[in-house]
């Protein structure tokens, strides 16, 4: 034990002299006897808010998710919200997906918001985090919490703060709630002494507000009567949109909805799947097996919590293709100002929004309609913090991000899974009728633009000792950075944590206007481009690769596509 920081030891005592639960302590004690790292690796810090908000596994410490941690986090915010809004009444919302504990940790963030004289806006049953976010902005709440972790595995948990525009929390706010929760130093400092009076439930009728909003984005109503049959397959992956896709897409037409049963229930121990993460194809695999069955033009998924959503089709082959985020963003990009284009309603005072992490193709396809695209850091809450900025000023048409996040509109302030699904069934609706699949639009949008292809590895480093070695690499991409890249020189580098733009081949350095953030971007001679970015909410480093060339003809798709791929293939093999 005396191998152990004397600071890790000080924190389990504060819990071990606390009034916890003897179980609890039990635990602690256990731990601290029979397994070491694991008892670091549970104590060695605070959990903090990254990109996602508050999420880690479930389990005894200060860096799991536990009702000690939920309970102290949530008396932070408390705190911070009497600050922020003094002598006013403050509400918040809440609501949770369908993950382990998600019930306790949601009642136990009522209890404490309670404690504190804040009204609590309670959804009676789980549902989507656009519905909070939504549900934020409706009743006139302060602010949000969503219990979720999101797409991670079933040993994690998570806790989405939001603030009073629907919005995931950003500077200073974050910073300031965790300076906050860092003063609650021992769980006898949160109030306990519930008021449920002060609780008001959300019923089922919240559905049909939400609902409405969604089917006020609809922009072909015609092309859905024409394909009202269109032969669809979603699956919620065991989540907490079971409910509100399916309702989504019946509200704008779509007549022909097959669910797939065996992930319809909400379960967070995701027994179909390895991970209930829709980016991986093997989380698809019954949806596929439905949609061969059912001779589908479309198979939709969500992950847990219903922000983010996949799209799967057939190609020319008849074989079920699933496409990746910056195919549907950019999809939904061109089907979208394509439209807005029809009406005659862009004049120069609209804009969309992308991430320094998503493909550049929908930077490219907005400024080839004459939109405005603002990039902004990962993490939805930057999108958001953008259209809070130009409110009343432009209109937002909609952005996205590459991990398969969208958001139309802007009466959410979040991706929305079950937007975005009903819009992706409308486009292919849409270009059905004008004798288009979705790879013959691809296409289209590839000529026109130039064939964009992205890759994504991750690279995963578990604990204290793996976070140390995230820091240390990204420590010598800046000290020590390469000048080629499989071969290919480095023309420019990008640190935004630093804010630099690097001109490799001048050496002459530019101020990089953008908010601080540990990436580094390397654009090659040839096109190419890398972003380096350690993950918000995981123990892992991010590496995202773009290529692109042009597509002269529609036939020579699939031979340009297999030459970007070995260029990728070649860089990623660089990083590995």
Same mark, same amino acid.
């Given at each position: 034990?005396?191998?152990?920081?004397?600071?890790?030891?000080?924190?389990?005592?504060?819990?071990?002299?606390?009034?916890?639960?003897?179980?609890?302590?039990?635990?602690?004690?256990?731990?601290?006897?029979?397994?070491?790292?694991?008892?670091?690796?549970?104590?060695?810090?605070?959990?903090?808010?990254?990109?996602?908000?508050?999420?880690? /596994? $479930?389990?005894?410490?200060?860096?799991?998710?536990?009702?000690?941690?939920?309970?102290?986090?949530?008396?932070?915010?408390?705190?911070?919200?009497?600050?922020?809004?003094?002598? +006013?009444?403050?509400?918040?919302?809440?609501?949770?997906?369908?993950?382990?504990?998600?019930?306790?940790?949601?009642?136990?963030?009522?209890?404490?918001?309670?404690?504190?004289?804040?009204?609590? *806006? #309670?959804?009676?049953?789980?549902?989507?985090?656009?519905?909070?976010?939504?549900?934020?902005?409706?009743? =006139?709440?302060?602010?949000?919490?969503?219990?979720?972790?999101?797409?991670?595995?079933?040993?994690?948990?998570?806790?989405?703060? *939001?603030?009073?525009?629907?919005?995931?929390?950003? !500077?200073?706010?974050?910073?300031?709630?965790?300076?906050?929760? +860092?003063?609650?130093?021992?769980?006898?400092?949160?109030?306990?002494?519930?008021?449920?009076?002060?609780? $008001?439930? @959300?019923?089922?009728?919240?559905?049909?507000?939400?609902?409405?909003?969604?089917?006020?984005?609809?922009?072909?109503?015609?092309?859905?009567?024409?394909?009202?049959?269109?032969?669809?397959?979603?699956?919620?992956?065991?989540?907490?949109?079971?409910?509100?896709?399916?309702?989504?897409?019946?509200? #704008?037409?779509?007549?022909?909805?097959?669910?797939?049963?065996?992930?319809?229930?909400?379960?967070?121990?995701?027994?179909?799947?390895?991970?209930?993460?829709?980016?991986?194809?093997?989380?698809?695999?019954?949806?596929?097996?439905?949609?061969?069955?059912?001779? !589908?033009?479309? @198979?939709?998924?969500?992950?847990?919590?219903?922000?983010?959503?996949?799209?799967?089709?057939?190609?020319?082959?008849?074989?079920?293709?699933?496409?990746?985020?910056?195919?549907?963003?950019?999809?939904?990009?061109? #089907?979208?100002?394509?439209?807005?284009?029809?009406?005659?309603?862009?004049?120069?005072?609209?804009?969309?929004?992308?991430?320094?992490?998503?493909?550049?193709?929908?930077?490219?396809?907005?400024? =080839?309609?004459?939109?405005?695209? *603002?990039?902004?850091?990962?993490?939805?809450?930057?999108?958001?913090?953008?259209?809070?900025?130009?409110?009343?000023?432009?209109?937002?048409?909609?952005?996205?991000?590459?991990?398969?996040?969208?958001?139309?509109?802007?009466?959410?302030?979040?991706?929305? =899974?079950?937007?975005?699904?009903?819009?992706?069934?409308? /486009?292919?609706?849409?270009?059905?009728?004008?004798?288009?699949?979705?790879?013959?639009?691809?296409?289209? @949008?590839?000529?026109?633009?130039?064939?964009?292809?992205?890759?994504?590895?991750?690279?995963?480093?578990?604990?204290?000792?793996?976070?140390?070695?995230?820091?240390?690499? $990204?420590?010598?991409?800046?000290?020590?950075?390469?000048?080629?890249?499989?071969?290919?020189?480095?023309?420019? @580098?990008?640190?935004?944590?630093?804010?630099?733009?690097?001109?490799?081949?001048?050496?002459?350095?530019?101020?990089?206007?953008?908010?601080?953030?540990?990436? $580094? +971007?390397?654009?090659?001679?040839?096109?190419?481009?890398?972003?380096?970015?350690?993950?918000?909410?995981?123990?892992?480093?991010?590496?995202?690769?773009?290529?692109?060339?042009? /597509?002269?003809?529609?036939?020579?798709?699939?031979?340009?596509?297999?030459?970007?791929?070995?260029?990728?293939?070649?860089?990623?093999?660089?990083?590995?």
């Amino acid at each position: 034990m005396n191998s152990i920081d004397q600071s890790i030891l000080v924190r389990a005592k504060t819990w071990l002299d606390s009034e916890i639960d003897q179980e609890t302590k039990n635990q602690i004690l256990k731990l601290q006897e029979e397994d070491p790292t694991e008892f670091v690796d549970s104590f060695y810090k605070d959990l903090e808010f990254g990109t996602g908000g508050l999420r880690g /596994l $479930m389990g005894v410490g200060t860096n799991r998710m536990n009702v000690y941690t939920v309970a102290m986090a949530t008396q932070g915010l408390a705190n911070y919200l009497i600050q922020c809004f003094p002598n +006013q009444e403050i509400s918040v919302a809440l609501t949770h997906d369908c993950r382990i504990n998600n019930r306790l940790f949601t009642k136990t963030t009522a209890d404490v918001f309670t404690a504190n004289g804040i009204k609590v *806006y #309670y959804f009676r049953e789980m549902r989507p985090t656009p519905m909070l976010s939504f549900a934020i902005r409706y009743f =006139g709440c302060k602010s949000g919490v969503m219990v979720t972790a999101s797409h991670n595995p079933k040993e994690y948990n998570g806790y989405k703060a *939001y603030w009073e525009d629907g919005a995931q929390v950003v !500077a200073p706010h974050d910073k300031n709630i965790i300076a906050e929760v +860092q003063k609650i130093t021992s769980f006898d400092m949160v109030n306990w002494n519930k008021r449920d009076e002060l609780i $008001m439930y @959300i019923e089922e009728d919240f559905d049909h507000i939400y609902m409405e909003k969604v089917k006020g984005l609809s922009l072909s109503p015609k092309a859905i009567q024409e394909e009202s049959e269109l032969s669809i397959v979603f699956s919620p992956i065991h989540g907490a949109s079971g409910k509100m896709v399916p309702l989504a897409l019946k509200e #704008y037409g779509f007549t022909n909805v097959h669910i797939v049963k065996e992930q319809a229930e909400p379960d967070g121990n995701f027994p179909t799947v390895i991970y209930p993460n829709p980016e991986e194809a093997e989380a698809l695999t019954l949806s596929i097996e439905l949609g061969k069955k059912v001779n !589908a033009d479309l @198979i939709l998924a969500c992950d847990p919590d219903g922000d983010r959503y996949a799209a799967v089709v057939p190609n020319e082959k008849g074989e079920f293709e699933l496409l990746n985020g910056n195919q549907t963003g950019t999809l939904l990009t061109y #089907y979208l100002l394509s439209k807005w284009e029809e009406a005659g309603k862009l004049d120069g005072n609209q804009f969309m929004v992308n991430t320094i992490v998503t493909t550049e193709l929908i930077n490219v396809i907005a400024k =080839g309609f004459g939109v405005e695209c *603002y990039n902004v850091l990962t993490g939805f809450k930057n999108i958001a913090a953008i259209i809070r900025d130009l409110e009343g000023k432009k209109t937002y048409i909609g952005g996205g991000e590459e991990s398969y996040g969208y958001l139309v509109g802007d009466f959410v302030r979040d991706k929305d =899974g079950v937007s975005a699904c009903a819009l992706v069934a409308e /486009l292919i609706a849409y270009y059905k009728t004008k004798g288009k699949s979705v790879f013959d639009v691809l296409a289209e @949008i590839y000529q026109r633009f130039e064939f964009y292809k992205e890759a994504l590895i991750s690279v995963t480093k578990k604990g204290k000792d793996g976070a140390e070695q995230i820091q240390a690499l $990204m420590m010598d991409f800046r000290q020590n950075p390469p000048k080629h890249m499989n071969g290919i020189p480095v023309e420019k @580098i990008i640190d935004v944590k630093e804010g630099k733009i690097q001109h490799v081949l001048t050496g002459k350095t530019e101020k990089l206007h953008m908010d601080s953030s540990n990436v $580094m +971007q390397f654009y090659l001679e040839d096109g190419s481009k890398i972003s380096a970015r350690p993950s918000g909410t995981e123990p892992k480093i991010k590496y995202y690769f773009s290529v692109h060339a042009p /597509l002269n003809d529609r036939g020579d798709y699939r031979k340009v596509e297999a030459q970007l791929e070995e260029r990728l293939e070649g860089l990623k093999r660089y990083f590995s």
